[in-house]
T-cell receptor, first 116, second 113 residues
Framework: GAVVSQHPSRVICKSGTSVKIECRSL??????MFWYRQFPKKSLMLMAT?????????EQGVEKDKFLINHASLTLSTLTVTSAHPEDSSFYIC????????????FGPGTRLTVL | QQQVKQSPQSLIVQKGGIPIINCAYE??????FPWYQQFPGKGPALLIA?????SEKKEGRFTISFNKSAKQFSLHIMDSQPGDSATYFC????????????FGQGTTLQVKP
Protein backbone atom coordinates (compact mmCIF):
# COMPACT_ATOMS: atom_id res chain seq x y z
CA GLY A 1 0.00 0.00 0.00
CA ALA A 2 0.82 3.72 0.10
CA VAL A 3 1.31 4.29 -3.62
CA VAL A 4 1.55 7.81 -4.99
CA SER A 5 1.41 8.54 -8.71
CA GLN A 6 2.23 11.64 -10.72
CA HIS A 7 1.15 12.67 -14.19
CA PRO A 8 2.72 13.44 -16.53
CA SER A 9 6.12 11.88 -15.91
CA ARG A 10 7.72 14.23 -18.43
CA VAL A 11 6.54 17.44 -20.01
CA ILE A 12 8.14 19.85 -22.44
CA CYS A 13 6.52 23.23 -22.95
CA LYS A 14 7.23 26.57 -24.53
CA SER A 15 8.19 29.58 -22.46
CA GLY A 16 5.12 31.53 -21.31
CA THR A 17 2.73 28.60 -21.19
CA SER A 18 1.24 27.00 -18.08
CA VAL A 19 1.73 23.39 -17.07
CA LYS A 20 -0.35 21.32 -14.65
CA ILE A 21 1.10 18.37 -12.75
CA GLU A 22 -1.18 15.93 -10.92
CA CYS A 23 -0.35 13.98 -7.79
CA ARG A 24 -2.62 11.14 -6.71
CA SER A 25 -2.63 8.83 -3.71
CA LEU A 26 -3.86 5.55 -5.24
CA UNK A 27 -4.66 3.39 -2.22
CA UNK A 28 -5.04 5.75 0.69
CA UNK A 29 -6.56 9.07 1.56
CA UNK A 30 -3.98 11.81 1.85
CA UNK A 31 -4.84 14.52 4.33
CA UNK A 32 -1.58 16.31 3.61
CA MET A 33 0.39 16.55 0.39
CA PHE A 34 3.76 18.17 -0.18
CA TRP A 35 5.40 19.51 -3.32
CA TYR A 36 9.18 19.44 -3.76
CA ARG A 37 11.58 20.62 -6.39
CA GLN A 38 14.87 18.89 -7.09
CA PHE A 39 17.74 20.16 -9.22
CA PRO A 40 20.22 17.71 -10.80
CA LYS A 41 22.40 15.99 -8.20
CA LYS A 42 20.84 18.10 -5.46
CA SER A 43 18.59 17.50 -2.51
CA LEU A 44 14.85 17.98 -2.36
CA MET A 45 13.60 21.48 -1.66
CA LEU A 46 10.13 21.78 -0.14
CA MET A 47 7.96 24.23 -2.07
CA ALA A 48 4.64 24.01 -0.27
CA THR A 49 2.40 21.96 1.98
CA UNK A 50 -1.25 21.47 1.18
CA UNK A 51 -4.15 20.15 3.18
CA UNK A 52 -7.36 18.96 1.58
CA UNK A 53 -9.84 21.76 1.22
CA UNK A 54 -7.60 24.57 2.40
CA UNK A 55 -5.03 26.90 0.94
CA UNK A 56 -1.48 25.70 0.54
CA UNK A 57 1.30 26.94 2.80
CA UNK A 58 4.27 28.04 0.75
CA GLU A 59 7.88 28.01 1.86
CA GLN A 60 9.82 31.23 1.99
CA GLY A 61 10.97 32.34 -1.43
CA VAL A 62 8.42 30.30 -3.38
CA GLU A 63 6.13 32.46 -5.50
CA LYS A 64 2.56 31.42 -4.75
CA ASP A 65 1.22 33.16 -7.86
CA LYS A 66 3.63 31.26 -10.06
CA PHE A 67 3.23 27.83 -8.47
CA LEU A 68 -0.49 27.32 -7.92
CA ILE A 69 -1.39 24.38 -5.72
CA ASN A 70 -4.84 22.88 -5.37
CA HIS A 71 -5.75 20.01 -3.05
CA ALA A 72 -9.37 19.51 -3.98
CA SER A 73 -9.84 15.97 -2.71
CA LEU A 74 -8.23 13.47 -0.35
CA THR A 75 -6.57 11.72 -3.27
CA LEU A 76 -5.59 14.51 -5.63
CA SER A 77 -3.36 17.56 -5.51
CA THR A 78 -2.27 19.60 -8.51
CA LEU A 79 0.66 21.94 -9.09
CA THR A 80 0.31 24.46 -11.91
CA VAL A 81 3.41 26.26 -13.07
CA THR A 82 2.09 29.46 -14.60
CA SER A 83 3.87 31.39 -17.34
CA ALA A 84 6.73 28.93 -17.25
CA HIS A 85 10.26 30.05 -18.06
CA PRO A 86 13.45 28.04 -18.68
CA GLU A 87 14.57 28.58 -15.08
CA ASP A 88 11.47 26.66 -13.95
CA SER A 89 12.84 23.54 -15.62
CA SER A 90 13.33 21.01 -12.86
CA PHE A 91 12.22 17.71 -11.37
CA TYR A 92 9.01 18.19 -9.38
CA ILE A 93 8.09 15.56 -6.81
CA CYS A 94 5.02 15.27 -4.64
CA UNK A 95 4.52 13.31 -1.45
CA UNK A 96 1.47 12.39 0.56
CA UNK A 97 0.75 11.40 4.13
CA UNK A 98 -2.30 9.69 5.53
CA UNK A 99 -2.73 11.70 8.67
CA UNK A 100 -1.34 15.04 9.59
CA UNK A 101 1.98 16.44 8.36
CA UNK A 102 3.92 14.41 10.95
CA UNK A 103 2.88 11.12 9.39
CA UNK A 104 5.15 9.16 7.06
CA UNK A 105 5.45 10.77 3.65
CA UNK A 106 5.19 8.59 0.56
CA PHE A 107 6.70 10.04 -2.58
CA GLY A 108 5.52 10.04 -6.15
CA PRO A 109 7.81 9.13 -9.07
CA GLY A 110 8.39 12.77 -10.04
CA THR A 111 7.71 14.91 -13.11
CA ARG A 112 10.50 16.21 -15.30
CA LEU A 113 9.57 19.68 -16.60
CA THR A 114 11.56 21.20 -19.44
CA VAL A 115 10.71 24.73 -20.54
CA LEU A 116 12.09 25.73 -23.91
CA GLN B 1 19.12 25.11 13.40
CA GLN B 2 16.90 23.49 10.80
CA GLN B 3 19.77 21.94 8.86
CA VAL B 4 20.60 18.28 8.48
CA LYS B 5 24.19 17.67 7.44
CA GLN B 6 24.93 14.47 5.53
CA SER B 7 28.25 12.86 4.68
CA PRO B 8 29.97 11.63 2.64
CA GLN B 9 28.78 13.18 -0.60
CA SER B 10 29.74 10.04 -2.50
CA LEU B 11 30.83 6.55 -1.61
CA ILE B 12 32.22 3.59 -3.53
CA VAL B 13 32.31 0.10 -2.03
CA GLN B 14 32.84 -3.42 -3.30
CA LYS B 15 29.98 -5.89 -3.36
CA GLY B 16 29.50 -7.32 0.11
CA GLY B 17 30.93 -4.26 1.81
CA ILE B 18 29.12 -2.21 4.45
CA PRO B 19 28.70 1.41 3.39
CA ILE B 20 27.94 3.82 6.22
CA ILE B 21 26.27 7.18 5.68
CA ASN B 22 26.15 9.72 8.47
CA CYS B 23 23.82 12.57 9.31
CA ALA B 24 23.86 15.22 12.01
CA TYR B 25 21.10 17.55 13.08
CA GLU B 26 20.81 20.57 15.32
CA UNK B 27 17.17 20.90 16.27
CA UNK B 28 16.53 18.85 19.41
CA UNK B 29 12.80 19.01 18.68
CA UNK B 30 13.20 16.66 15.71
CA UNK B 31 11.62 13.31 16.55
CA UNK B 32 11.41 11.41 13.28
CA PHE B 33 14.40 10.39 11.18
CA PRO B 34 13.72 8.59 7.88
CA TRP B 35 16.12 7.45 5.18
CA TYR B 36 15.13 7.54 1.53
CA GLN B 37 16.63 5.79 -1.50
CA GLN B 38 16.40 7.45 -4.89
CA PHE B 39 17.28 6.03 -8.30
CA PRO B 40 17.97 8.40 -11.23
CA GLY B 41 14.80 9.89 -12.64
CA LYS B 42 12.62 8.42 -9.88
CA GLY B 43 11.07 9.72 -6.69
CA PRO B 44 12.56 8.88 -3.28
CA ALA B 45 11.40 5.67 -1.64
CA LEU B 46 11.22 5.27 2.13
CA LEU B 47 13.79 2.72 3.29
CA ILE B 48 13.67 2.80 7.05
CA ALA B 49 12.90 5.31 9.78
CA UNK B 50 13.62 5.71 13.46
CA UNK B 51 12.32 7.71 16.39
CA UNK B 52 14.56 8.84 19.27
CA UNK B 53 13.19 6.36 21.80
CA UNK B 54 15.44 3.61 20.36
CA SER B 55 19.14 3.59 19.50
CA GLU B 56 19.01 1.13 16.63
CA LYS B 57 16.53 -0.23 14.12
CA LYS B 58 17.09 -2.96 11.60
CA GLU B 59 15.03 -3.87 8.56
CA GLY B 60 16.52 -6.51 6.31
CA ARG B 61 20.01 -5.39 5.28
CA PHE B 62 19.43 -1.78 6.39
CA THR B 63 20.22 -0.58 9.91
CA ILE B 64 19.84 2.86 11.46
CA SER B 65 22.01 3.75 14.43
CA PHE B 66 20.83 6.72 16.46
CA ASN B 67 22.82 8.74 19.00
CA LYS B 68 20.51 11.21 20.66
CA SER B 69 23.15 12.92 22.81
CA ALA B 70 25.40 13.52 19.80
CA LYS B 71 22.43 14.41 17.57
CA GLN B 72 23.66 12.02 14.94
CA PHE B 73 22.23 9.07 13.06
CA SER B 74 23.63 6.78 10.43
CA LEU B 75 22.57 4.23 7.85
CA HIS B 76 24.45 0.96 7.46
CA ILE B 77 23.85 -1.31 4.47
CA MET B 78 24.90 -4.89 5.15
CA ASP B 79 26.15 -7.16 2.35
CA SER B 80 25.77 -4.36 -0.20
CA GLN B 81 24.82 -5.30 -3.75
CA PRO B 82 25.23 -3.50 -7.10
CA GLY B 83 21.46 -2.97 -7.06
CA ASP B 84 21.91 -0.79 -3.97
CA SER B 85 23.73 1.79 -6.12
CA ALA B 86 21.58 4.89 -5.71
CA THR B 87 21.42 8.23 -3.93
CA TYR B 88 20.49 8.08 -0.26
CA PHE B 89 18.95 10.94 1.66
CA CYS B 90 18.52 11.26 5.38
CA UNK B 91 15.83 13.53 6.71
CA UNK B 92 14.44 14.81 9.97
CA UNK B 93 11.17 16.25 11.11
CA UNK B 94 9.25 17.06 14.24
CA UNK B 95 5.87 18.30 15.29
CA UNK B 96 7.50 21.62 16.12
CA UNK B 97 8.04 22.31 12.41
CA UNK B 98 4.64 20.92 11.39
CA UNK B 99 6.27 17.70 10.31
CA UNK B 100 8.09 19.15 7.32
CA UNK B 101 10.95 16.93 6.25
CA UNK B 102 14.35 18.57 6.30
CA PHE B 103 16.58 16.63 3.91
CA GLY B 104 20.31 16.07 4.03
CA GLN B 105 22.40 16.81 0.96
CA GLY B 106 22.38 13.24 -0.29
CA THR B 107 25.01 10.53 -0.72
CA THR B 108 25.62 8.84 -4.06
CA LEU B 109 26.54 5.21 -3.44
CA GLN B 110 28.18 2.98 -6.01
CA VAL B 111 28.54 -0.70 -5.25
CA LYS B 112 31.04 -2.34 -7.56
CA PRO B 113 30.49 -5.98 -8.60
Amino acid sequence: GAVVSQHPSRVICKSGTSVKIECRSLDFQATTMFWYRQFPKKSLMLMATSNEGSKATYEQGVEKDKFLINHASLTLSTLTVTSAHPEDSSFYICSASRGGPTDTQYFGPGTRLTVL
Amino acid sequence: QQQVKQSPQSLIVQKGGIPIINCAYENTAFDYFPWYQQFPGKGPALLIAIRPDVSEKKEGRFTISFNKSAKQFSLHIMDSQPGDSATYFCAASGSSNTGKLIFGQGTTLQVKP
